[in-house]
Structure formats: C-alpha cells, structure tokens
C-alpha cells in the first residue's frame, strides 16, 4: 500500500499550517512564523526563528518546492519577461511578467497543458497533463518575483489551462495569495479569464470574490464560435451570457469579453455589428442603462499548425469603430513582447519537443468532461 504524498507548504492555508504544527507538536503560533516566510520564497532550511529541531521536522513531515527557472526571455522592446519554469515533476508551464504604469503585472498558468482545444491556441495542441496544485501556482509568481527584485502588484490567471477547470485549486490559491500575512494582493488587482465554463462561473460568483472576471467569447455566434471553441458545443452563447447577465447583477462587478481576431473568421465589420447586437440584447435587454460592456480586441498570436493569421490595423480600427458607434466600450489589446512570444504555450511546446518527453494529455475529445454536441449545456 502506498504512503500518501507529503503536505505541500505553500498549498497550506494558515489553519491548515496550525494543524500541521499541532501534529508535529509545536504550538500554533509556529504558523504564525512559517507562513510569511514562505510566501517571500523562503525555504524552511533558511529559516533562522525557528529551531534546527523544527527545521528537520518539517523537512520530513512536508514540502516546499518552488519552481525552477529553465529559460528567460527579455524583451528587448518592451522589457516584457517570459519565464518557462520546472515543477517537481519535470513538467513545465509558462508565466509572463508586464510593465505598466501602475505596476508589475504577471500572467500565470493553472494547468500544464489544457484540454479545452481552443483551435488558434498554442497551450492547448497536445491537451491537459495534469491541474497545478495551489501552492504551484502562488510558486509561479514567488519565483518571478524573487527573480526581477520588485513587488508584483496584479495577477492575471490567463496562462497555460483553463482556470475554472482547476476550479479549488484555483480559488484556493487565490485567498492564499490574497492573505494580508502573504504577498497580500488585492482581489480587486486579479484578472480570471475563462474560455466559457458557465456552471462553473455560477459557482464562482458564490464565492463573492471581487475580482475581475474575462470571457473569451471570439464570435458573435454559436456556428463560429463553436468551430473555434469546441466548449461552445457544450455551453452555448446564450447559456454562457446569461450566466454572465447573473454574475454582474450579483456582484457589480464587471465582466470584460475578449475577442481575438482571426483574418477571414470573425474579423468583419458585419460581425461587429453581430457582436454588438448580442451583447446588447442579452445583457441589457431593454433597459438603457444596463450591464457595463467592454470587450477587448486581441489580433490573434500566430500559431504554427494552426492556419490562422492576425487580422491587420485597418481590420481591427473598423472592428473597434463599429462597436463603438453601437455603445460598446472598446479596448484593442497593446502587444506586449512581441519580440519573444510572450503568448503562452509556445515556449513549452518547444522545449518539450527537444526534450523529445511529451507526456499523455487529455483533449476536448478524450477527456472525462464530456463535451456535448448540444449549445444548452
């Protein structure tokens, strides 16, 4: 019979970590100590207010590794870094540190791997190794912090993986990474983007967490979109913008719709003007001061294997402008390390395939969550 795996540190809440020291037989208040700590990437061998005895007890009751950094790339246009970081098991995910003026922003991954199958998306040819672990995905913005020496103010879950795939591990992490005794960044300075998971945005607005909440949405109809994003088959336009509508009227919190442009796929002014009619219609209805509406514009990253191509300037200025005149707020996407990929997925595809170790994965197409072919969920 096999022992169970140990606890890992950084996945532990501040009342998991006191009953962890209760078992071992120190008193409480050694969480108190701990917990910090690790959240500046401290391991627990380096920790001078506690005993060597503790130490050694922790070393052989739990872990705590944080990832390590294969490669970096610096932009040389932008200073934008793109980090491919190991996980204990050898697997490897993405992050993305921005500068902006108000700060150091970083894109973190959820998953190694997705099995969602977003067709112009790079991290999801070869689908879904595994979830990562809450303390992997706080990991990921320990190590990049302790790398470039400055505080990471925002977090965007727009990385490697679905989010609300690993939906408590996910969540979980962020109150951990919300934690005033940890790095302490604001719910209100966290960005959720999601491909359309609609049961599970139900969910997530039961948690009353004021963070910003994305939706790829990348069509203005189920046909279209369902030939890109096989998750529409599944939850279609309609079933995932009312649960939109549900979300905003419970939290107030406003819901931002991404739309990568395809060149030839959804990039005329006349499925602009379907766009706006949608969204219109189904999140404000009748009344003239309904749901906020903000959709981000994003010329699609080409991906080798994929066929698609960006759509150029002139096509993205109609595009804008056509929402616009129909009251629908409009913000095209600034590229940001242009010059490295910064999109994820790419930089993990390249080194696992000189690794020649492309582990099994799960798709759209063999994984448990079934993917129906009907758009009402």
């Known amino acids: ?148 020496g400055a505080r990471i103010s925002n977090i965007v879950l727009m990385g490697i993986g679905e989010p609300l795939d690993n939906y408590e591990n996910v969540v979980k992490f962020l109150h951990l990474v919300n934690d005033p005794a940890g790095l302490n960044i604001g719910y209100r300075h966290i960005s959720l983007s999601t491909c359309g998971l609609a049961d599970r945005i139900d969910r997530l607005r039961e948690e009353n967490l004021p963070i910003t909440l994305s939706v790829s949405l990348h069509a203005p109809d189920d046909a279209s979109r369902s030939a890109i994003m096989p998750i529409n088959r599944r939850y279609g336009i309609d079933r995932l913008l009312e649960s939109c509508r549900v979300y905003f009227a419970a939290t107030g919190r406003r819901i931002s719709f991404e739309y990568t442009l395809i060149a030839g796929k959804n990039d005329s002014v006349g499925q602009a003007r379907r766009l706006a009619q949608l969204l219109t219609s189904r999140l404000r209805g009748k009344e003239k001061h309904g749901m906020p509406i903000h959709v981000n514009l994003i010329p699609v990253n080409e991906v080798e294997g994929t066929g698609f191509t960006h759509a150029g300037r002139e096509a993205v200025r109609r595009f804008a402008a056509e929402l616009e005149s129909r009251g629908i707020r409009v913000t095209v996407r600034r590229t940001l390390g242009a010059d490295i990929n910064a999109s994820c997925g790419q930089l993990r595809r390249e080194y696992m395939q000189q690794a020649n170790t492309e582990p099994a994965a799960e798709t759209a197409e063999n994984s448990t969550v079934t993917i129906s072919q009907r758009g009402d969920g």
Do not use: W
Not at 42 to 48: H, L, N, R
Not at 68 to 74: A, D, F, N
Not at 111 to 138: K, N, Y
């Open 1 to 148: 019979m096999s022992t169970p795996p140990l606890p890992d540190l950084l996945s532990l809440t501040p009342r998991e970590l006191e009953e962890l020291m209760t078992g071992l037989g120190e008193p409480k208040y050694r969480a108190a100590q701990i917990f910090p700590q690790l959240h500046r990437g401290v391991p627990p061998d380096e920790m001078s207010n506690l005993s060597l005895a503790l130490r050694q007890k922790l070393k052989q009751a739990a872990v705590c590794r944080l990832p390590h950094i294969e490669r970096k790339l610096l932009s040389a246009l932008d200073g934008t870094a793109k980090y491919l970081l190991s996980l204990a098991d050898g697997n490897c995910v993405e992050s993305v540190l921005m500068q902006y003026e108000h700060g150091l922003t970083i894109c973190i991954s959820s998953q190694v791997g997705c099995r969602m199958g977003c067709r112009f998306c790079a991290s999801t040819i070869g689908g879904r190794v595994r979830d990562l672990t809450p303390g992997e995905l706080l990991g990921q913005v320990i190590t990049v912090q302790k790398d470039c």
